[in-house]
Structures are given as C-alpha cells and as structure tokens.
C-alpha cells in the first residue's frame, strides 16, 4: 500500500526531517510509526497523502507514484485516504455533523445521504449526541474523535492518523483503538504515528521506528 | 445534478462571504460601479453624437446655385446628370420664386425686405440630397469638386465640414473614454483580485482542510469566482444606475427637449447597458482568477 524509497525530506538547507526512510507497508497491514517529537512522523504522513513532495526519493501509494501525480489527480488521492491530523483541522464556522459531511459534500453526494453516514460516523466515535455543536464547545478528546469520524466516514482504502490518542483518556485511547482494528479488519491499511509506547506493547502490531529522520528499527 | 449541488454550494459560500465581510465588499462594490459609471458616461455621450452625426449625414444637402437666367436646357441637363449619379438620392429644382416663398415663410418680419430691394435678390438653385451611407461624406466632396465648375453652376454649397468635425469630436470621446475607462477596469481587476485574496487570506486554514480531505481546486475556488462575478455585477448595475440618475437629473432637464443635436438626447441603448453589467461580471471573474492563481494544490 505505501512503498518509500529512498525518501529525504528537506524543509530548510541545515537540517533533515526525514533521510533516506524505505519503509513498505501492504496493503491491509496495521503498524504504527513511532518514535520521539520532531522524529519526522508527521513528515513522513505529509508526504504519504501529498500535502508535501519529497526533495529525493520515491513515494507510491495504492499503486500511484505521488511524488509524480500531476494536480489535477491529488485530489482523487486524497479522497482515497482517510487522515486524522495532529490538530484535528476541523471547520469552526460548522457543526461536528456538517464537519464530518464535508467529505462527501465535496463529492457532491445529496444532504441527506451525507447526513445519514455523517451521523453514522459520529455514532461510531460516540458523539452523534453532540453533532450540532461547534468544535471549539468539545474538548480536545471529542474533537479528535470528531476527526476520525471524518477521516473513516468515505470507507478509505488507507487510514493516517497522527497521534490519534494524544488528547484521550485511557478507557477512550483503548475504544479508538477497538474502532481503527475493526476498521482494519474489514480491509484498510492503517499507520498510526503515535508515541505512546504503552499503546503500542498492548497492541501487538508491527511497529516502524524513526529517530531523527531515520529508520531505526522495524 | 452533482453540478448543481456544487453551484449552490457555490453560490451559498458566496452569499455568506458577501455578507460577513460587507463593508469591504461594498467599497469594492461602489469603486466598481464608480469606473463603469465612467465608461458608461462616455458611452452615453459617444452614442448621442454618433446618432446625431448619422441623424444629419441622412440630411446633407448639396445646393448648387444657378447662374441668373439660365437656360431651361441647360439646367435640365445638369438634373439629369445628378439624378444619374449613384450617390445621389435627389435632386430638387428650386425656383427663384420659390426661394422668395421660403425666405418669407422662415421670416415672416422681413416680409418687405424683397420688395425694398426692388427685385428678388434670390437665386435659382438645385438642392442635391446625398444618399445615407458611409461614403456619404466622401460622395459630397467629391460631387463638390465636380459640379463647382460646371456649366451654369455659379456657386456651390454644403455642410459637410462640422459634421466631419464632429466625427472627429467623436473618435475623441471614444479614445478618451477607451483609455480612461480601461484603466478603470484595470483598477477594479485589481480591486477585486485584492479584496477576495483578503478573504481568502481569512479562511485560509479553512481552505487547507478542504483541500486536505479532497476538494478539488475548482470545489475550493468557485465560491470566491462566484463571488467575484456577484461583486461586478452589482458594481455593474450600481453603475448603470447611477449613470441613469445622473442622465435623469442633468442630461434630462437641460437637453431632452431642445433641438440642439437636432434629436432627443438619449441613454444608453439597453444592450449597452447589459454589456455593462455583463462587462463588470466578467472583470469580477477575472480578477478572482488572478488572486487565486497561486493557490496551493
Ligand atoms: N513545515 C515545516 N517547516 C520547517 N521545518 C519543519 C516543518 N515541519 C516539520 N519541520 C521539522 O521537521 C522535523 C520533523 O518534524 P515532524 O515531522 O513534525 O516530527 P514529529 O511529527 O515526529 O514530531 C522537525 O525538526 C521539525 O522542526
Ligand atoms: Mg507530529
């Protein structure tokens, strides 16, 4: 499902976020990318879904090379990958329903087929109770869960989700996790960056190391 | 159906920001109304003229003057000659009586004047009507250099001068108009360009996200197009308005009723109007193209 070669990441001339990381993951597979703040997880989920280009090496993911894709196809890639980003990047002036419906909005399916799965989605985080507030009236917690409601409402073929449980409590952390391996189970590839190495023991997954831009250890 | 969705989600995103930003978006508004109402002044004058000027070419009148006495033959003659000519729509003999029947009509005041000269100071003529088109001016100078020395032809007539002085005035007010007014429009390109980077600039993060989950450019970018064009158009109509107040208030009381460029002074004719409008939503799509150029994909 991804497949990186060779990649280097460089945002400035002194140092590198991410140097010369191959990492494969099948497609199907749940493993968690790991490592200290400022490894270059974050890094590495950017270029996965486009929003940076690599300055060397070779990204494909689900069969597309997206350090090639010409603009008009990012899109197309996007849609097809669910993220669940470090700081939500959830729509203030909507509602947690609208925020979740936005994804298929912009697919223009009709209102009422979105608000039918967004509610679904929001259900499946357990906050179908509160789809009518704003983000900015949850907590940390809700509105991370309120982002990947959003990130798994279009059925993704590959699941990205940046320290996903960074703003939930243990008993949420484990109910998250129950949902992405349910989500996984029934044929999305997942990769959780996360540094929660507790987590990580309980669950048992492969586990992709990275220390300063570098593979450590897989 | 998907296209439709998304034009009124367009057009919904459009509204919204129109509103909450309205104090800006009306200053933008009102600058481009200000330039088209500029251009559409122009247009107005330019038009006038033109029709006036068209109004008269319908008119011009070549009078060759006959030589006192002249044969019967010889004025016939010439008729025939001019009613031959393709330029010419009519040819009319007036008689020196007839020209004393005119001059007493016109001026009922100077009824004795004739007769205090002793004898009728008014010579026969043929009044040539040139045909209405656009050689008519070339026709006229032309039939003058031809028939100025003809056989009993004294004098030779016409009023073709101002009427080409008066083009000029016009290809003046065009190119004035032209030139001030694209500066105009360049100004409001610019106007808007800026006002919808402002609101993009505001709602940049939200435009991230869309872009994040998958929204195409043309989804992220169309409500600012729409509201670009819904920014031009209302400057464009706000300008035709104004411009019909302005004709309504200052044109309409001094000029309708006198005969000064010899028809009613008129606005502007109603797809001039529209071009206007029309004019000011493509300068609103064209300058939210520019500002949204260098959006990120
Ligand atoms: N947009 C950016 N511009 C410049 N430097 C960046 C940018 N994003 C990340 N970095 C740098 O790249 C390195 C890796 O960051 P990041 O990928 O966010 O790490 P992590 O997610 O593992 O904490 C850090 O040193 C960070 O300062
Ligand atoms: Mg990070």
Redesign the pocket.
């Known amino acids: 499902m991804i497949q990186a070669f060779h990649v280097y990441k460089q ?2 001339r002194e ?1 590198c ?1 991410l140097s010369d990381v191959t990492v494969h993951v099948n497609k199907g597979e749940f493993c968690f990318l790991t ?1 200290p ?7 590495f989920l950017k270029l996965v879904f486009r929003e940076e280009l690599p300055s060397q090496g070779q990204i494909i993911v689900g069969g597309r090379n997206v350090t090639a894709i010409p603009d008009g196809q990012i899109p197309l890639l996007r849609r097809s990958i669910g993220v669940v980003f470090q700081d939500f990047k959830l729509l203030k002036r909507r509602t947690i329903l609208e925020n979740v419906a936005f994804v298929l909005k912009i697919l223009t399916v009709s209102s009422k087929e979105q608000k039918r799965r967004a509610f679904t989605a929001l259900k499946s985080v357990g906050l179908h109770h509160k789809m009518h507030a704003y983000p900015l009236q949850l907590s940390g917690g809700e509105q991370q869960r309120v982002a990947i409601a959003r990130a798994l409402i279009n059925d993704p073929m590959l699941l990205l989700a940046d320290e996903p449980t960074g703003n939930l409590d243990p008993d949420m952390t484990m109910e998250i996790m129950t949902l992405f391996q349910e989500v996984n189970s029934r044929g999305t590839t997942v990769l959780v ?1 996360t540094h929660d190495r507790e987590m990580i023991q309980r669950l048992g997954k492969r586990v992709i190391a990275l220390e300063k831009g570098r593979v450590v250890t897989e | 159906m998907a296209l439709l969705r998304a034009l009124r989600y367009f057009v919904e995103e459009a509204f919204i920001s129109l509103w909450r930003s309205r104090l800006i978006h009306a200053v933008s508004i009102g600058t481009i109304a200000v330039s088209l109402l500029v251009l559409g002044t122009f247009l107005t004058v330019a038009s006038n003229l033109h029709a006036a000027v068209a109004e008269w070419s319908r008119k011009i009148q070549i009078v060759l003057y006959l030589e006192d006495g002249l044969e019967g033959r010889i004025r016939e003659s010439l008729e025939r000659r001019l009613a031959g000519d393709p330029a010419v729509a009519g040819v009319e003999h007036v008689t020196q009586e007839e020209a004393l029947r005119r001059f007493r009509r016109l001026f009922p005041d100077l009824q004795r004047l004739p007769e205090d000269l002793g004898e009728n100071p008014f010579p026969a003529s043929l009044e040539v009507t040139v045909r209405a088109d656009q050689d008519a001016l070339a026709n006229v100078d032309r039939l003058v250099v031809e028939y100025t020395q003809a056989p009993g032809v004294e004098q030779v007539q016409y009023d073709s001068l101002w009427i080409r002085r008066l083009n000029t005035a016009i290809q003046l007010v065009r190119w004035i108009g032209g030139f001030l007014g694209g500066i105009l429009v360049i100004a409001s390109v610019f106007t808007i360009s800026n006002v919808i980077r402002l609101t993009a600039y505001t709602r940049q993060d939200e435009l991230d996200i869309m872009r994040l989950v998958g929204a195409t450019r043309a989804y992220v970018q169309g409500p600012f197009v729409v509201e670009g064009v819904i920014q031009g158009g209302l400057g464009g109509l706000a300008g035709v308005g104004l411009l019909w107040l302005a004709f309504r208030m200052l044109v309409g009381r001094a000029l309708a009723s006198s005969d000064l460029l010899g028809r009613a002074v008129v606005f502007l004719p109603i797809q001039l109007a529209a071009a206007i409008v029309i004019g000011g939503m493509v300068v609103g799509i064209v300058g939210s193209l520019v500002s949204l150029r260098r959006m990120p994909v």
């Open positions: 945002y400035d140092s976020a490592g703040s400022g490894a270059g997880k974050t890094t960056a």
